[in-house]
């Protein structure tokens, strides 16, 4: 080697700290990048590491983060990922930053992140996922439909490998971001603070009134006091089944609970279907920005 270099000791192998740099690069790109909705792209990461995930299929061992997909047409222009190409340009800084991360690992990371970022819990993570190509994308309609019944949200969730208690932990979610026209048809967010991480998404579906939103666009609900957040059917659907209604009102109570249950179902999502070679014990946990 030239200038007395040392010889590299053969393929380069990430660290823990190689990650929390990456962590601390989406972190600084989340601080800094405001120009996006309530101020944040944090919701629209979590959705990008969810909607990457949930594609899942226990049966067939297909879909899931591992192989990011989503990256290609097809599957970028199923119905249920519009908008998600905002979330992944943001992350193409990221990327050229960090060239040696997958796609797979990046946007799951991601996902941690955002949550850790928009104060929730944390979210242990690790490593593995290796990047599919064309051929892996999965077929349309694995994702949920919103305008749909509690019997679709379990075919759905079930076929992921879900119980009752994970799906409506994983759909608290929905205290985060907001929907918009152009990309699902529904319109507005779900609570107040649509950038911070809680349980209001819950408290709010049990303590208000909500009715149906007189409008041109698809069905979905309004709250009786500022007629200014939304419910879509399938979350109105989870306090009409008793099954899910349990969880609803004891995550309404419970903010501790819903932390610890959503982070485990979380990690449990952005990990399906990944053939790890490292055990759950070794997954990272990463330190927040101040
Ligand atoms: Zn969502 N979600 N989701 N979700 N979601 C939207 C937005 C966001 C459903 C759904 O159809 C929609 C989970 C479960 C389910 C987030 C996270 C998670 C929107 C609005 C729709 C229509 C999209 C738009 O117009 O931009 C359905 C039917 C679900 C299950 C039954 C789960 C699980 C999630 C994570 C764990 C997030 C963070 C958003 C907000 C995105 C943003 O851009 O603000």
């Not at 959705?47 to 970028?76: I, V």
């Not at 064309?134 to 879900?162: E, N, Q, S, W, Y």
């Not at 349980?199 to 579906?205: D, H, T, V």
């Not at 501790?256 to 449990?268: G, P």
Request: aromatic share 12%; charged share 30%; with cysteine.
């Amino acid at each position: 080697y030239l200038n007395g270099e040392k010889t590299p000791k053969g393929p380069f192998e990430a660290t823990q700290a190689d990650y929390q740099k990456v962590y601390d690069e989406i972190a600084a790109r989340l601080a800094n990048e405001t120009d996006y909705d309530d101020g944040s792209y944090g919701p629209v990461l979590v959705r990008l590491a969810w909607h990457a995930s949930g594609t899942y299929d226990k049966e067939t061992n297909t879909g899931g983060s591992n192989g990011s997909t989503m990256r290609f047409a097809p599957e970028s222009d199923h119905g249920a990922n519009a908008g998600l190409k905002l979330a992944r340009d943001f992350l193409e800084p990221v990327k050229a930053k960090f060239p040696w991360i997958t796609y797979s690992d990046l946007w799951t990371l991601a996902g941690s992140a955002a949550i850790q970022e928009l104060g929730g819990p944390q979210v242990p993570w690790r490593p593995g996922r290796e990047d599919k190509d064309v051929a892996a994308c999965t077929p349309d309609g694995r994702l949920p439909d919103a305008a749909k019944d509690h019997r679709h949200i379990r075919d759905v969730f079930i076929r992921m490998g879900f119980d009752d208690r994970e799906m409506v932990a994983l759909i608290g979610a929905h205290a985060l971001g907001r929907a918009h026209k152009d990309r699902s048809g529904f319109d507005g967010p779900w609570d107040f603070s649509p950038t911070v991480f809680s349980n209001e998404f819950f408290r709010l579906l049990v303590e208000e009134k909500w009715n149906q939103r007189k409008w041109e666009g698809p069905t979905q609900f309004t709250d009786k006091g500022t007629s200014t957040l939304m419910m879509l059917p399938t979350d109105m659907a989870l306090i009409k089944d008793k099954g899910f209604k349990q969880h609803v009102e004891r995550y309404a109570k419970d903010n501790d609970a819903f932390f610890k249950e959503f982070s485990d179902v979380y990690v449990k999502l952005l990990e399906l279907g990944v053939p790890f070679q490292s055990k759950p014990e070794d997954r990272f946990v990463f330190k927040p920005s101040e």
